[in-house]
């Protein structure tokens, strides 16, 4: 009969114990790799979505093009702004006066602002130090602090404020639909230092790259006025599709996209020819528009999708499905 080691069961168990600590470092090591692949991943940045109809902020990976995660916000989400510095996400609630602040790194609303108004617009100040808010109802733009949330100013503007945008010599734009105006007011005294015509009902507006030329949807007119801001004037007005709502740029900023609710079409213009050069056929009442790394993001609001478009042969690339009736007025994604 073969002799057992008495030092054999101790082997044995030294060798489990190995076994299974070897076992427990791997799982660790593999689960760091695949956490920070992961990470590098979602690094890549996001698309923010307003989901109107069910008071909810979609998240989707620029990754990937799918949605990550559904964050809960307040009762009728439409505005939406991006804080690239200090990596939130500001949306308004338009039927519970409040703004929601989204954490970007955690993806949670980490702050609610109540406010003394109704807000659709909402814009980030040049260096992340201020929010504006456009009080539709009480024709006021609201000036906060994004250190501490607090209010700072009340701003009269024109009738009922909807789009608003900061630029990076310290002015702000507020279209001001009702009045068929462009308020003008200064970062540094907080005060209305100019008025600039535009068409027939403004709503969204946006600024060129290079910030020498802000453009303007008239709902009404149909049409996009563009303001020469070194003149301080509209130069020239061009006619789009039916009802324009919102506007972005390609990446040089030589074509503006802007979508046409009631064509389901968004218009490619021609910056240096001021004229329309492709109309680009997309979802049920395409609202909120943003452009980025070769894509054109186009929010259709009944159709309940993203559609992304290649920004060179403007085919659709992924048609990704949302929540209830997706808004997304104003700038939505967040790249790094």
């Given at each position: ?29 593999l689960f760091a790799v695949s956490s920070n692949a992961l990470s590098r991943e979602y690094k890549k940045g996001f698309v923010f979505v307003t989901n109107q109809g069910e008071d909810s902020v979609s998240v989707i990976s620029l990754s990937d ?272």
């Amino acid at each position: 009969m073969e002799k057992k080691s008495l030092l054999e069961p101790k082997i044995n168990s030294f060798v489990d114990t190995c076994l299974n600590y070897f076992c427990f470092v791997l799982l660790i090591f593999l689960f760091a790799v695949s956490s920070n692949a992961l990470s590098r991943e979602y690094k890549k940045g996001f698309v923010f979505v307003t989901n109107q109809g069910e008071d909810s902020v979609s998240v989707i990976s620029l990754s990937d093009f799918e949605i990550i995660k559904s964050i809960g916000v307040g009762k009728a989400p439409a505005g939406i702004a991006i804080d690239a510095i200090n990596n939130f996400v500001f949306v308004s609630n338009a039927e519970d006066k409040s703004i929601s602040v989204i954490d970007a790194d955690e993806l949670k609303v980490v702050k609610t602002i109540k406010i003394d108004g109704s807000a659709v617009g909402i814009g980030v100040s040049d260096g992340s130090r201020f929010l504006y808010i456009a009080d539709w109802f009480n024709n006021r733009l609201l000036v906060y602090s994004i250190e501490e949330f607090k209010l700072l100013k009340k701003i009269k503007v024109g009738k009922a404020p909807a789009g608003v945008v900061s630029s990076r010599n310290g002015l702000i734009y507020v279209a001001n639909r009702d009045d068929n105006s462009i308020s003008v007011v200064s970062e540094k005294t907080f005060e209305v230092v100019d008025s600039l015509e535009a068409g027939d009902h403004p709503f969204g507006l946006a600024l060129n790259p290079t910030e020498d030329r802000l453009l303007v949807t008239n709902v009404k007119s149909h049409d996009i006025s563009i303001i020469n801001l070194t003149k301080s004037r509209e130069t020239v007005r061009v006619q789009v599709g039916k009802r324009p709502y919102c506007i972005a740029f390609s990446s040089k900023g030589l074509l503006a996209y802007v979508t046409n609710q009631y064509e389901d079409t968004v218009s490619v213009l021609d910056l240096k020819k001021n004229k329309i050069i492709k109309t680009i056929t997309v979802g049920s009442f395409p609202e909120g528009i943003d452009s980025s790394n070769g894509y054109i993001f186009v929010t259709n609001w009944m159709d309940e999708e993203m559609m992304v478009l290649d920004a060179k042969t403007y085919s659709v690339v992924k048609s990704i499905e949302l929540g209830s009736n997706p808004r997304n007025f104003g700038r939505f994604l967040l790249t790094q």
